[in-house]
């Protein structure tokens, strides 16, 4: 989980740079988001104390806050030194509802990107230090780059989840291409890193889905092993806990902050340590 000090150096400083440029973008939207960050000042430093009676050392954080959901990550053990999973040998992108690893770690994953996005899960990202990939619909990225970016600097990763959000699965391969490619495209171009990993919507693929995500670029298809909603993860596997190599899907909704901490806990009670998919998919 912890970053090198150059690496985080770099990413501060890229982060800084970026919200500069952010607070100068024309869309009020943008604008907005920026100095929601700022306010807390910039990242990694801590936000002013609240205006209440004069807070003591020992004063704990209010429920809700940032301080607050950064206070209830638990401590997890340090992650392994990643082993890369092997990939097919030719022709077609792996699929995968859960790694095949039996390293202790396991994914979080945050799906979509346009129904909302909670201002703070940037700086939660870079202060729990919790790694995420983000499969975005390529029009909700273009109209909320900043937003997408700001987490991108703080850690996430940008993967790949179509441009229209419709199910690929029956689909001719030249339907499914341009959906995969043109998301492809679009997010190499706004996040300046090509997709290697793809989510069909709703889970749903075939055949063709694999050939066509592996002729956009992409080396796995993801599925999922729990599913997080308002707090509460959903184990879609009969062992009712998460595995090595588990795989976390939420979304970007309203109670995201309340996702990833309840996926933060329930990765830290089996044991495990949350990781990047592109780690371990290479
Ligand atoms: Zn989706």
Not at 34 to 51: C, E, H, N, W, Y
Not at 148 to 171: D, K
Request: net charge positive; hydrophobic share 40%.
């Amino acid at each position: 989980m912890s970053a090198t000090p150059a690496r985080r150096i770099r990413v501060v400083v890229t982060l800084l740079a970026l919200l500069a440029l952010s607070a100068c973008a024309a869309s009020a939207g943008h604008t907005a988001h920026a100095r929601q960050i700022a306010a807390g000042q910039p990242i990694p430093s801590t936000p002013p104390p609240t205006p209440s009676a004069s807070p003591s050392p020992t004063a704990k954080p209010a429920p809700g806050s940032l301080e607050w959901y950064v206070s209830q990550v638990p401590t997890f053990p340090g992650a392994p030194p990643p082993q890369p999973v092997l990939l097919p040998a030719t022709g077609t992108a792996a699929f995968w509802h859960r790694l095949p690893t039996d390293q202790k770690v396991a994914f979080i994953t945050i799906d979509d990107g346009g129904l909302a996005r909670p201002p703070a899960v940037a700086e939660f990202v870079w202060r729990a230090h919790i790694p995420v990939t983000m499969f975005l619909n390529s029009p909700a990225a273009e109209e909320h780059d900043v937003y997408f970016r700001q987490i991108q600097v703080a850690g996430g990763v940008v993967e790949n989840h179509t441009i229209n959000h419709t199910s690929l699965a029956g689909r001719s391969y030249g339907y499914q291409k341009q959906q995969i490619c043109g998301a492809a495209d679009k997010l190499e171009a706004l996040f300046g890193k090509r997709p290697t990993l793809f989510r069909p919507p709703f889970g749903e693929h075939d055949s063709t889905t694999l050939q066509a995500a592996h002729d956009c670029g992409a080396k796995a298809v993801l599925h999922w092993t729990e599913t997080v909603h308002e707090g509460k993860v959903r184990y879609q596997t009969p062992e009712k806990v998460v595995r090595p190599g588990d795989v976390l899907l939420m979304h970007f909704r309203p109670a995201l902050m309340d996702d990833l901490l309840a996926a933060l806990k329930a990765i830290h009670r089996a044991g495990l340590t949350p990781a990047l998919l592109t780690d371990y998919i290479q």
